[in-house]
Protein backbone atom coordinates (compact mmCIF):
# COMPACT_ATOMS: atom_id res chain seq x y z
CA UNK A 1 0.00 0.00 0.00
CA UNK A 2 1.41 3.35 -0.97
CA UNK A 3 1.82 5.97 1.46
CA UNK A 4 -0.75 8.73 1.14
CA UNK A 5 0.35 12.60 0.20
CA UNK A 6 -0.14 14.83 3.49
CA UNK A 7 -1.86 17.15 1.67
CA UNK A 8 -5.38 16.46 0.16
CA UNK A 9 -6.25 16.65 -3.34
CA UNK A 10 -9.60 19.39 -3.60
CA UNK A 11 -12.75 19.18 -5.88
CA UNK A 12 -14.05 22.69 -7.18
CA UNK A 13 -18.13 22.57 -6.46
CA UNK A 14 -19.28 24.93 -8.95
CA UNK A 15 -21.35 27.47 -8.04
CA UNK A 16 -25.61 26.94 -8.35
CA UNK A 17 -28.51 25.79 -6.69
CA UNK A 18 -29.52 22.48 -5.97
CA UNK A 19 -32.00 20.68 -4.30
CA UNK A 20 -31.40 20.03 -0.36
CA UNK A 21 -33.40 17.40 1.67
CA UNK A 22 -36.23 15.01 0.47
CA UNK A 23 -39.94 14.27 0.83
CA UNK A 24 -41.50 10.86 1.93
CA UNK A 25 -42.31 10.34 -1.78
CA UNK A 26 -38.40 10.86 -3.22
CA UNK A 27 -36.66 8.64 -1.07
CA UNK A 28 -38.22 5.44 -2.76
CA UNK A 29 -37.90 2.74 -0.13
CA UNK A 30 -35.62 4.76 2.37
CA UNK A 31 -36.93 6.67 5.17
CA UNK A 32 -36.91 10.61 4.93
CA UNK A 33 -36.35 11.64 8.47
CA UNK A 34 -37.60 15.23 9.88
CA UNK A 35 -33.78 16.45 9.69
CA UNK A 36 -34.17 15.98 5.78
CA UNK A 37 -37.19 17.88 5.89
CA UNK A 38 -38.58 19.98 3.72
CA UNK A 39 -37.04 19.94 0.36
CA UNK A 40 -35.90 22.96 -1.20
CA UNK A 41 -33.66 24.63 -3.64
CA UNK A 42 -30.48 26.34 -2.03
CA UNK A 43 -27.94 28.26 -3.88
CA UNK A 44 -24.54 27.79 -3.27
CA UNK A 45 -21.49 29.97 -4.12
CA UNK A 46 -18.24 27.99 -5.50
CA UNK A 47 -16.04 26.53 -2.77
CA UNK A 48 -13.68 23.59 -2.59
CA UNK A 49 -14.04 20.80 -0.62
CA UNK A 50 -11.18 17.54 -0.05
CA UNK A 51 -12.03 14.76 -2.30
CA UNK A 52 -11.35 12.11 0.30
CA UNK A 53 -11.29 12.05 4.38
CA UNK A 54 -8.69 13.12 6.49
CA UNK A 55 -6.05 10.30 6.67
CA UNK A 56 -4.25 9.14 9.89
CA UNK A 57 -1.04 10.48 8.08
CA UNK A 58 -2.07 13.55 7.24
CA UNK A 59 -3.51 14.72 11.14
CA UNK A 60 -0.53 12.91 12.39
CA UNK A 61 1.62 15.89 10.26
CA UNK A 62 -0.59 18.52 12.31
CA UNK A 63 0.09 16.87 15.33
CA UNK A 64 3.89 16.72 14.98
CA UNK A 65 3.41 20.36 13.93
CA UNK A 66 2.61 20.98 17.43
CA UNK A 67 -0.82 22.75 15.86
CA UNK A 68 -3.43 19.98 16.75
CA UNK A 69 -4.15 17.60 19.91
CA UNK A 70 -3.59 13.63 19.02
CA UNK A 71 -7.00 11.49 18.61
CA UNK A 72 -8.75 10.98 21.95
CA UNK A 73 -8.03 7.33 21.17
CA UNK A 74 -5.52 5.69 19.25
CA UNK A 75 -7.95 2.35 18.74
CA UNK A 76 -10.25 1.69 16.02
CA UNK A 77 -12.67 -0.74 16.62
CA UNK A 78 -11.66 -4.02 16.28
CA UNK A 79 -7.34 -2.47 16.27
CA UNK A 80 -5.79 -1.83 19.69
CA UNK A 81 -2.91 0.26 17.36
CA UNK A 82 -4.46 2.38 14.75
CA UNK A 83 -3.48 5.97 15.25
CA UNK A 84 0.04 6.55 14.26
CA UNK A 85 0.77 2.66 13.36
CA UNK A 86 2.16 2.89 9.62
CA UNK A 87 -0.11 0.13 8.73
CA UNK A 88 -3.27 2.68 9.03
CA UNK A 89 -1.34 5.85 7.66
CA UNK A 90 -4.13 6.03 4.69
CA UNK A 91 -7.16 5.10 6.63
CA UNK A 92 -9.39 8.06 7.73
CA UNK A 93 -8.32 9.68 11.44
CA UNK A 94 -11.37 9.03 13.89
CA UNK A 95 -11.55 9.76 17.62
CA UNK A 96 -11.42 13.40 16.67
CA UNK A 97 -14.15 15.72 17.87
CA UNK A 98 -15.35 19.25 16.17
CA UNK A 99 -13.13 21.95 17.82
CA UNK A 100 -9.67 19.28 16.59
CA UNK A 101 -11.74 18.92 13.07
CA UNK A 102 -11.74 22.56 12.98
CA UNK A 103 -8.43 23.08 14.46
CA UNK A 104 -6.86 20.97 11.50
CA UNK A 105 -8.76 22.71 8.82
CA UNK A 106 -7.56 25.96 9.83
CA UNK A 107 -3.60 24.38 9.59
CA UNK A 108 -4.41 23.47 6.42
CA UNK A 109 -5.62 27.37 5.56
CA UNK A 110 -8.85 25.91 4.77
CA UNK A 111 -12.67 25.45 7.14
CA UNK A 112 -15.07 22.57 7.39
CA UNK A 113 -17.79 22.59 5.00
CA UNK A 114 -21.89 24.15 5.84
CA UNK A 115 -23.92 21.07 6.15
CA UNK A 116 -25.55 22.23 2.50
CA UNK A 117 -22.18 22.72 0.80
CA UNK A 118 -21.27 18.56 2.10
CA UNK A 119 -24.89 17.82 0.90
CA UNK A 120 -24.30 19.49 -2.60
CA UNK A 121 -20.94 17.90 -2.70
CA UNK A 122 -22.18 14.42 -2.25
CA UNK A 123 -25.25 14.54 -4.39
CA UNK A 124 -24.53 17.31 -7.26
CA UNK A 125 -27.83 18.73 -8.64
CA UNK A 126 -29.86 16.25 -9.89
CA UNK A 127 -31.27 15.35 -6.25
CA UNK A 128 -30.11 11.61 -5.84
CA UNK A 129 -29.93 9.79 -2.44
CA UNK A 130 -27.10 8.89 -3.02
CA UNK A 131 -23.61 9.95 -4.02
CA UNK A 132 -24.27 7.19 -6.84
CA UNK A 133 -27.10 7.38 -7.46
CA UNK A 134 -30.82 6.24 -6.61
CA UNK A 135 -29.52 2.76 -5.83
CA UNK A 136 -29.71 1.56 -2.42
CA UNK A 137 -26.64 1.34 0.01
CA UNK A 138 -24.79 -1.99 -0.63
CA UNK A 139 -21.52 -3.21 0.58
CA UNK A 140 -20.23 -2.55 -3.07
CA UNK A 141 -20.79 0.80 -2.99
CA UNK A 142 -19.44 1.65 0.66
CA UNK A 143 -18.03 0.74 3.64
CA UNK A 144 -21.12 0.95 5.64
CA UNK A 145 -23.82 -1.01 8.30
CA UNK A 146 -26.26 -2.68 5.97
CA UNK A 147 -29.87 -3.63 7.85
CA UNK A 148 -31.57 -6.81 6.86
CA UNK A 149 -34.07 -9.07 8.17
CA UNK A 150 -33.32 -12.04 9.77
CA UNK A 151 -35.67 -15.71 9.46
CA UNK A 152 -37.72 -14.02 12.33
CA UNK A 153 -38.57 -11.38 10.70
CA UNK A 154 -36.76 -9.06 13.01
CA UNK A 155 -34.21 -6.02 11.58
CA UNK A 156 -30.69 -6.33 12.69
CA UNK A 157 -27.81 -4.83 11.02
CA UNK A 158 -24.45 -5.82 9.59
CA UNK A 159 -21.24 -4.02 9.01
CA UNK A 160 -19.43 -4.50 5.52
CA UNK A 161 -15.88 -4.13 7.18
CA UNK A 162 -16.21 -3.78 11.03
CA UNK A 163 -14.17 -0.96 10.54
CA UNK A 164 -12.76 1.47 8.81
CA UNK A 165 -11.22 1.12 5.39
CA UNK A 166 -8.70 3.25 3.44
CA UNK A 167 -9.81 6.21 2.43
CA UNK A 168 -11.47 6.29 -1.38
CA UNK A 169 -11.50 2.99 -1.96
CA UNK A 170 -14.87 3.20 -3.35
CA UNK A 171 -13.98 5.14 -6.61
CA UNK A 172 -16.50 3.68 -8.58
CA UNK A 173 -19.14 5.15 -6.33
CA UNK A 174 -17.72 9.12 -6.42
CA UNK A 175 -19.92 11.83 -5.86
CA UNK A 176 -20.82 13.59 -9.03
CA UNK A 177 -18.35 15.77 -8.49
CA UNK A 178 -15.78 13.20 -8.20
CA UNK A 179 -15.57 13.36 -4.33
CA UNK A 180 -15.15 9.37 -2.37
CA UNK A 181 -16.76 7.81 0.91
CA UNK A 182 -19.49 10.27 1.33
CA UNK A 183 -21.44 6.89 2.49
CA UNK A 184 -19.88 5.21 5.07
CA UNK A 185 -16.30 4.80 6.53
CA UNK A 186 -16.40 7.45 8.89
CA UNK A 187 -18.97 10.01 10.34
CA UNK A 188 -17.76 13.85 8.67
CA UNK A 189 -17.50 16.87 10.58
CA UNK A 190 -19.55 19.80 9.05
CA UNK A 191 -19.63 23.56 10.24
CA UNK A 192 -22.78 24.33 11.43
CA UNK A 193 -24.63 23.06 14.54
CA UNK A 194 -27.09 20.38 14.64
CA UNK A 195 -30.65 21.57 15.38
CA UNK A 196 -32.78 18.96 14.52
CA UNK A 197 -36.19 21.00 13.37
CA UNK A 198 -33.83 23.35 11.39
Known amino acids: MGHT????????????????????????PTKCYIE?????ANYLDAFYIDRTEVTNAQ??????????LPPMSYS???????????????????????DRADTYCRWQGKRLPTEAEWEKAARGTDHRLFP???ELISCE???CNIWYYDYKGDRREAPCVGDTSPVGGYEAYASPYGVLDMVGNVREWVNDLYLKPY
Not at 36 to 40: A, E, G, I, N
Not at 81 to 98: K, L, Q, R
Open 5 to 28: SLTSEEVLIPEGEFIRGCTDDTVG
Open 36 to 40: SKPLQ
Open 59 to 68: YAACVSAGAC
Open 76 to 98: STTRGSYYGNPTFADYPVIHVDW
Open 132 to 134: WGN
Open 141 to 143: KCN
